[in-house]
């Protein structure tokens, strides 16, 4: 060989060894940032996208009422040009993308919202422990050992973690109840029907319902009257809190630590007289008649043993298989795609039902409805556990045991059944886990349960914490102005880590020890404005200034509140008022100028 293509052969070697290891070194360098995305995600998103909102509407109109809030959806609403993927890679690979989207996700970026992704979701929605083999499974923000819950999983997850400040999900049997109370957030299922399902894939017709997750109250209720395409009305109190006295027991969580926050909460915001005592399963043989003819399915082989709770549990879940292989049958028969031996037991191991037996189903389905009608009325909210337990460990056998899943489709088949709308509150932790309580309304009465979680969240907080903590109600030696400046002093650095909803609670706190003090409404008022709550920052400043009457940030933040509100010659007020008490102020005098301007057009 001549020695020059020698050296070009060598050369070109060389080169080859430099590209391989450069490509060695970029797979690595590939590798390593994908991990820290998913550290960074916590496994939550199956796909990153963007929808922006329509331009700001120009004064005096107000603004978009989502304004700055951003979202992720389940994989399950279609989004145009994505592929919905159902928690199945086969099922990407069989389907089109998306045509156009769903319209419950277009109303929420109408409304001012900003989409960023999909979320994972459990393999065909149907697990409700969150674990899935086809994705890597979400980790759970508020304890990294256990479960997320599911089925929509990555997006309670989303929202826990603080990468989004809601989440779109399916609730079928628990998929955004369960989530949220393991992960330690508001979990929304409205009631079943109210929002249409067009553009979502479905799991169980008569059962799915359309669900979001939130952090704090405001946030959900915004969302919730968006969503819902509410118009503007009054807030009701409830009159009536029932307390399940015996499906209370379902929880291995101590009882008082559920009961007890809620009947101080209750005593405080609406009497003792609002409280009262139920025993469902009695109620439900009582006022299901149905279920006296329903025992298809048999527990440990004795029917005897069947209790009410039991069977309302066994008609949801023959429900949800029923209805989800009238949907999908066809195609698993088709594609037989690869599935979980725990989903495929629930799936093909039972045998079809006859028309009666399906008669009987939607017969026990219909008087579920018009019995938790009947009891809770409009103005009534039923309170029972979430689930039975904290969240399980990952990969744990908890979530197979037949206690556990008797246990939990007991509690979660009240709302499923009868499509009632609930909603999963937070109660601080038990055992470093998260603990919640779920409160229901009748169906069709999502406003009413929107208005309560706001009024009682802060209350709810209040007293979970004391009872976690009694040491913390002890007796102490300082007054109550000092404690009210403390409580002070931790809003006021609660307010600059912008976690606004704990600011409230520690205004709220020193506004109770101490309601004579202006710059405590005014304060709170700030807090509300970042939340978009203009109404209630418009009364608390109103309020300050019946106190200090010089208080100049309460007339600059009434006035901001005002404005947004579309109040414009009442906000021109405030901001001028403003620069009688501080001539040189230049935010008023800026707003005031722009607001003359609009106003005089």
């Given at each position: 060989?001549?020695?020059?293509?020698?050296?070009?052969?060598?050369?070109?070697?060389?080169?080859?060894?430099?590209?391989?290891?450069?490509?060695?070194?970029?797979?690595?360098?590939?590798?390593?940032?994908?991990?820290?995305?998913?550290?960074?995600?916590?496994?939550?998103?199956?796909?990153?996208?963007?929808?922006?909102?329509?331009?700001?509407?120009?004064?005096?109109?107000?603004?978009?009422?989502?304004?700055?809030?951003?979202?992720?959806?389940?994989?399950?609403?279609?989004?145009?040009?994505?592929?919905?993927?159902?928690?199945?890679?086969?099922?990407?690979?069989?389907?089109?993308?998306?045509?156009?989207?769903?319209?419950?996700?277009?109303?929420?970026?109408?409304?001012?919202?900003?989409?960023?992704?999909?979320?994972?979701?459990?393999?065909?929605?149907?697990?409700?422990?969150?674990?899935?083999?086809?994705?890597?499974?979400?980790?759970?923000?508020?304890?990294?050992?256990?479960?997320?819950?599911?089925?929509?999983?990555?997006?309670?997850?989303?929202?826990?973690?603080?990468?989004?400040?809601?989440?779109?999900?399916?609730?079928?049997?628990?998929?955004?109840?369960?989530?949220?109370?393991?992960?330690?957030?508001?979990?929304?299922?409205?009631?079943?029907?109210?929002?249409?399902?067009?553009?979502?894939?479905?799991?169980?017709?008569?059962?799915?319902?359309?669900?979001?997750?939130?952090?704090?109250?405001?946030?959900?209720?915004?969302?919730?009257?968006?969503?819902?395409?509410?118009?503007?009305?009054?807030?009701?109190?409830?009159?009536?809190?029932?307390?399940?006295?015996?499906?209370?027991?379902?929880?291995?969580?101590?009882?008082?630590?559920?009961?007890?926050?809620?009947?101080?909460?209750?005593?405080?915001?609406?009497?003792?007289?609002?409280?009262?005592?139920?025993?469902?399963?009695?109620?439900?043989?009582?006022?299901?008649?149905?279920?006296?003819?329903?025992?298809?399915?048999?527990?440990?082989?004795?029917?005897?043993?069947?209790?009410?709770?039991?069977?309302?549990?066994?008609?949801?879940?023959?429900?949800?298989?029923?209805?989800?292989?009238?949907?999908?049958?066809?195609?698993?028969?088709?594609?037989?795609?690869?599935?979980?031996?725990?989903?495929?037991?629930?799936?093909?191991?039972?045998?079809?039902?006859?028309?009666?037996?399906?008669?009987?189903?939607?017969?026990?389905?219909?008087?579920?409805?018009?019995?938790?009608?009947?009891?809770?009325?409009?103005?009534?909210?039923?309170?029972?556990?979430?689930?039975?337990?904290?969240?399980?460990?990952?990969?744990s056998k908890e979530t197979m045991s037949e206690?556990?899943?008797?246990?939990?489709?007991?509690?979660?088949?009240?709302?499923?059944?009868?499509?009632?709308?609930?909603?999963?509150?937070?109660?601080?932790?038990?055992?470093?886990?998260?603990v919640s309580v779920s409160l229901i309304a009748?169906?069709?009465?999502?406003?009413?349960?929107?208005?309560?979680?706001?009024?009682?969240?802060?209350?709810?907080?209040?007293?979970?914490?004391?009872?976690?903590?009694?040491?913390?109600?002890?007796?102490?030696?300082?007054?109550?102005?000092?404690?009210?400046?403390?409580?002070?002093?931790?809003?006021?650095?609660?307010?600059?880590?912008?976690?606004?909803?704990?600011?409230?609670?520690?205004?709220?706190?020193?506004?109770?020890?101490n309601d004579k003090n202006g710059t405590y409404?005014?304060?709170?008022?700030?807090?509300?404005?970042?939340?978009?709550?203009?109404?209630?920052?418009?009364?608390?400043?109103?309020?300050?200034?019946?106190?200090?009457?010089?208080?100049?940030?309460?007339?600059?933040?009434?006035?901001?509140?005002?404005?947004?509100?579309?109040?414009?010659?009442?906000?021109?007020?405030?901001?001028?008022?403003?620069?009688?008490?501080?001539?040189?102020?230049?935010?008023?005098?800026?707003?005031?100028?722009?607001?003359?301007?609009?106003?005089?057009?």
């Amino acid at each position: 060989m001549q020695p020059k293509r020698r050296h070009v052969l060598a050369s070109r070697a060389s080169n080859l060894w430099v590209l391989l290891g450069l490509g060695i070194a970029g797979a690595l360098l590939i590798t390593k940032k994908l991990k820290k995305r998913v550290r960074e995600d916590f496994g939550a998103f199956i796909e990153k996208l963007l929808l922006l909102p329509p331009p700001q509407p120009s004064p005096p109109k107000a603004p978009h009422p989502l304004t700055a809030l951003s979202f992720a959806v389940s994989d399950l609403f279609d989004v145009k040009g994505y592929v919905s993927g159902f928690g199945h890679p086969e099922w990407i690979r069989t389907h089109e993308a998306a045509a156009s989207t769903s319209p419950v996700v277009s109303v929420l970026v109408e409304g001012g919202a900003t989409c960023v992704g999909k979320t994972v979701v459990g393999e065909f929605a149907f697990s409700i422990s969150g674990e899935t083999k086809h994705y890597d499974t979400p980790t759970n923000p508020a304890a990294p050992a256990r479960i997320p819950g599911g089925s929509c999983s990555g997006a309670a997850v989303a929202v826990a973690a603080n990468l989004v400040d809601f989440a779109l999900g399916i609730d079928t049997v628990g998929g955004v109840r369960v989530p949220a109370g393991y992960c330690g957030v508001l979990g929304f299922r409205s009631s079943q029907g109210i929002v249409s399902n067009a553009g979502i894939i479905p799991v169980s017709s008569s059962l799915d319902a359309v669900g979001w997750f939130a952090r704090d109250p405001n946030t959900l209720r915004r969302v919730g009257h968006v969503i819902l395409q509410l118009p503007f009305a009054a807030q009701r109190n409830p009159r009536q809190i029932i307390l399940a006295d015996d499906y209370l027991q379902f929880s291995k969580v101590p009882v008082d630590r559920i009961s007890q926050v809620v009947i101080k909460s209750a005593e405080k915001l609406f009497g003792r007289q609002a409280l009262k005592h139920e025993n469902l399963e009695k109620y439900f043989e009582a006022k299901v008649p149905s279920l006296k003819e329903f025992c298809r399915e048999k527990v440990n082989g004795d029917d005897a043993k069947l209790t009410t709770s039991m069977l309302l549990a066994n008609v949801m879940q023959l429900l949800q298989r029923h209805e989800f292989l009238q949907n999908h049958g066809d195609w698993i028969n088709t594609v037989n795609p690869s599935i979980d031996p725990a989903v495929y037991s629930q799936l093909c191991k039972t045998p079809e039902l006859t028309d009666e037996e399906i008669e009987n189903l939607n017969a026990v389905r219909n008087q579920m409805r018009v019995a938790i009608g009947s009891l809770l009325k409009d103005d009534g909210i039923l309170v029972i556990p979430t689930m039975p337990s904290v969240p399980p460990k990952l990969g744990s056998k908890e979530t197979m045991s037949e206690d556990y899943k008797n246990r939990s489709s007991s509690l979660l088949c009240v709302a499923s059944i009868s499509g009632c709308c609930q909603v999963t509150v937070p109660l601080g932790k038990h055992d470093k886990c998260p603990v919640s309580v779920s409160l229901i309304a009748r169906h069709g009465g999502d406003r009413f349960l929107l208005d309560t979680v706001q009024k009682m969240y802060a209350s709810l907080q209040e007293n979970s914490s004391l009872i976690i903590n009694p040491k913390s109600s002890s007796i102490n030696t300082i007054s109550q102005e000092e404690s009210a400046e403390i409580a002070k002093e931790k809003g006021n650095q609660a307010f600059k880590e912008k976690q606004w909803q704990k600011a409230i609670g520690m205004y709220s706190e020193a506004i109770k020890l101490n309601d004579k003090n202006g710059t405590y409404y005014s304060n709170r008022a700030a807090a509300y404005l970042e939340l978009g709550s203009y109404r209630q920052a418009e009364a608390d400043c109103t309020k300050a200034l019946t106190l200090d009457k010089k208080n100049i940030k309460a007339y600059l933040r009434r006035g901001t509140a005002r404005e947004m509100l579309g109040n414009f010659k009442e906000a021109i007020d405030d901001f001028s008022y403003s620069l009688v008490l501080e001539p040189n102020n230049k935010r008023a005098a800026l707003s005031a100028d722009r607001l003359r301007k609009v106003f005089l057009q």
